[in-house]
Each structure stands twice: as structure tokens, then as C-alpha cells.
């Protein structure tokens, strides 16, 4: 190994090297879900079944009405509800899926020649799940706020969700509920780990986020390797325009991939609320997606999930190779 591959590589796993590369994907992930963070209250209310929402569920317009009913209701607050708690979880999740990749990626292909597809797939797979496994209650939580509405909180005499109150309210819910036979699995699991409640649905999270990430960095690195001149593939050279096309292209690519997982995993997060009384399997949550409305139940809000992910991916990808660029990454 020449002096300079061999600096090359202590550089790319020294300390120094993680610690920005994780800096400038934490920030790539704040900046995207701001952009699109009223679409994203949408999105999980349709994909959640909230029943003040089923009703314009399914068409552009209804989310448009959607989104007007909970400005008319909440105000602009009303529309970043949850975004505290998305900004707590996005952070460590961009993060941690960005430095992976750049690791991952660097061990898988090291050089330019040895960048095939399965690679770039695998590559975004393992740093997709390494990110979902560190950040996953968080997420819950998310949902949990998102979810909620002015109208069940005025029945239920609630105050209006916080992240405190929300992680509070999950850790205790179902712990003697009258519903739940003694010495029942559910009741004996979820009264002896607590924590367990922050992981509804991480089974089918996971294998949600292998074709996600995985198509996602895949059709990221495909794309530039054929639509960028080889002396621009890298983050020296400054391709912003690029990087939002290639972005959009990839995140529309994944989406469609993996939305199915997505509703299935939304359905299993909510069930603390609309199932207490037991622990969703991800099994029976497919079931009664196909049961209530067939193959279209799951690809609900999918129209949504395009209008969020085209500028949310785009943005994403475009601001972390400008911090790569600007923190010398």
C-alpha cells in the first residue's frame, strides 16, 4: 500500500474523519425534514387511520384539506406538531445513517472499480438499519404526537402532547388494564419491560428499511456514476442542481419500494392507542390492512409520500455533500 492510500485510510476511520462526516448528515437531515415537516403530519394521520382525517384521505386535494383543517384548528403550531420530537430522532438518525454509509461504503468499495450495485445496496441497507436500531423510540414518540389531535385531547380532557409527556404516557400505558387476562404474554411482557412499548413495529421497521435505504443508495451512486463526469463524482466539485435531481429520483425510487412497510409500521406504532389491551404482531396488522380495503390499503397517503420525499430526499442529499464538502469530509 503506497504512503498516500495508507493516509488515506487512517484518515477516513480516524475519529476526526466520523465525527464531521456525522455533523454534516445530522444537519442534512434536520434541514429536509423542516422542508417538508406539515406534509409529514399529513402523511402519518392518513397512514394511522385518525379518524378526523380518514374522510380526505386518498387524493391531492384531501391532503391540501387536510393540512388547511389542521391550520384552522391548530395554527401554524398545529402544522410542526411532533417536529420537536422529529428533530430529537432525525439528528442522531441522519446522523448515524450517514457516517455508516461513508464507513460502510469505504470498506465494500474502496475504490471506484470495485463499486457494483449489490454493493451500493448493501451498503445502504446496513447503515439504514444501524441508524433505525439507535434511534427507533424516538421515532415512536414521533408518531405518538403526530397522531394526536385537538379533538381527541378536548374528549379526553388532555393537554396538548409534548415529547415529555408523550414518552411518559407510553412507558405506563397498559400496565394493569382490566382488558388483559392474567399472566397473559402481552400483559406479562409488556408489565416486566416497559421499554418494549418504544419498539412497536420495529420488527417490520427493519425489514422496512432494507429495500428503503438499500434502493435509496443504490440509485444515488448508480446515478451519478452514469450521469456525472468521473472528475465531478466526488464532493470537490461543487453539484448542487445535480445532487437535488439525483436526490428526488432516488427518495421517489425507495419510496415506492418500501411503502408498504411504512403503513404496516405506522398501524403497529399507533396500536398503544388504539389496541392498549395488547402487543400488535406485525402478522395480524398486514391482515387487517388487506381485510379493510385489499392491496390499496397499503399505499395509502403514497401520493403524499411522493410530494414529501421528492424535496425531502433531494434536499437531504444535496445539503450532506455540501457540509462533506464544506467540513473537508
Known amino acids: 500500500m503506497s504512503p498516500n492510500a495508507a493516509a488515506a485510510q487512517h484518515d477516513k476511520q480516524s475519529l476526526h474523519f466520523i465525527v464531521r462526516s456525522g455533523l454534516a448528515g445530522g444537519?442534512?437531515?434536520?434541514?429536509?425534514k423542516t422542508v417538508v415537516a406539515p406534509l409529514d403530519r399529513v402523511k402519518i394521520l392518513f397512514?394511522?387511520?385518525?379518524?378526523d382525517f380518514q374522510k380526505y384521505a386518498g387524493s391531492w386535494s384531501g391532503a391540501f384539506q387536510a393540512g388547511r383543517k389542521i391550520?384552522?384548528?391548530?395554527?401554524?403550531r398545529g402544522l410542526f406538531q411532533g417536529h420537536s420530537a422529529?428533530?430529537?430522532r432525525v439528528f442522531p438518525y441522519a446522523a448515524i445513517k450517514f457516517m455508516a454509509y461513508d464507513q460502510v461504503h469505504y470498506y465494500l468499495m474502496p475504490t471506484v472499480e470495485k463499486e457494483t450495485n449489490t454493493r451500493r445496496f448493501l451498503a445502504g441497507a446496513i447503515s439504514g438499519t444501524m441508524s433505525v436500531f439507535c434511534t427507533y423510540p424516538l421515532e415512536v414518540i414521533r408518531v405518538r404526537m403526530a397522531f394526536q389531535t385537538r379533538s381527541q385531547n378536548q374528549s379526553k380532557g388532555a393537554t396538548r402532547p409534548s415529547f415529555l409527556h408523550s414518552a411518559t404516557t407510553l412507558y405506563h400505558e397498559g400496565h394493569a388494564p382490566a382488558s388483559l387476562p392474567e399472566g397473559s404474554p402481552a400483559r406479562t411482557l409488556l408489565t416486566r419491560y416497559p421499554l418494549l412499548k418504544f419498539y412497536r413495529g420495529f420488527t417490520v421497521t427493519i425489514i422496512g428499511m432494507v429495500p428503503y435505504a438499500g434502493v435509496s443508495?443504490?440509485?444515488?451512486?448508480?446515478?451519478?456514476a452514469r450521469f456525472l463526469p468521473p472528475?465531478?463524482?466526488?464532493?470537490?466539485?461543487?453539484?448542487?442542481?445535480?445532487?437535488?435531481?439525483?436526490?428526488?429520483?432516488s427518495g421517489a425510487v425507495a419510496q415506492t419500494a418500501s411503502y408498504p412497510f411504512e403503513v404496516t409500521r405506522?398501524?403497529?406504532?399507533?396500536?398503544?392507542?388504539t389496541r392498549p389491551d395488547r402487543w400488535l404482531r406485525w402478522g395480524e396488522t398486514v391482515a387487517a390492512i388487506w381485510h379493510a380495503s385489499g392491496w390499496r390499503g397499503f399505499y395509502v397517503g403514497l401520493s403524499i409520500g411522493y410530494l414529501k420525499i421528492i424535496p425531502m430526499t433531494a434536499v437531504s442529499f444535496a445539503v450532506w455533500q455540501s457540509g462533506k464538502r464544506v467540513l473537508n469530509v
Do not use: E
Open 71 to 76: 391550520y384552522n384548528t391548530g395554527g401554524f
Open 266 to 273: 405506522r398501524r403497529m406504532q399507533v396500536g398503544g392507542i
Open 231 to 249: 472528475s465531478k463524482t466526488g464532493h470537490s466539485t461543487p453539484t448542487p442542481f445535480a445532487d437535488l435531481a439525483i436526490g428526488a429520483v
Open 217 to 224: 443508495f443504490l440509485s444515488w451512486g448508480f446515478l451519478r
Open 27 to 32: 444537519v442534512a437531515g434536520c434541514v429536509a
Open 86 to 88: 422529529t428533530l430529537l
Open 47 to 51: 397512514q394511522a387511520s385518525n379518524p
